[in-house]
């Protein structure tokens, strides 16, 4: 089992950027594929990005491509979500999760595919 901490939410301008940081705990983060969920008011939760176990794929839905990242560190057993170029739509809590299986790039973006979710960190882009 895995247990996920979000951190570095916060409130940013328009344009602004933010690091958002899970960390995991357990020896065994380098199997699983790290996954950030957002969530914004009066809305479903929905995938933004993944990244496979040893990262070489990444994914990201289309309205973050480009401005965000989605690094990882084995080692630290942590994963980052790196957002720039912010828009107010972005506003939501974020969560991470973590996916213990293989799973396809479909699979990936679906919620129930997850099987450890933190507990979210507030993101409020104002313009």
């Known amino acids: 089992q895995v247990q996920l901490v979000e951190s570095g939410g916060g409130l940013v301008q328009t344009g602004g950027s933010l690091r958002l940081s899970c960390a995991a705990s357990g020896r065994t983060f380098s199997t699983y594929i790290m996954g950030w969920f957002r969530q914004a008011p009066g809305k479903e939760r929905e995938f933004v990005a993944a990244?496979?176990?040893?990262?070489?794929?990444?994914y990201y839905t289309d309205s973050v491509k480009g401005r965000f990242t989605v690094p990882r560190d084995n080692a630290k057993n942590t994963v980052n979500l790196q957002m720039n170029s912010l828009k107010p739509e972005d506003t939501a809590v974020y969560y991470c999760a973590a996916l213990r299986f293989g799973a396809t790039s479909q699979a990936m973006r679906v919620m129930g595919s997850y099987d450890y979710w933190g507990q979210g960190t507030q993101v409020t882009v104002s313009s």
């Open positions: 990244i496979s176990r040893g990262s070489y794929s990444t």
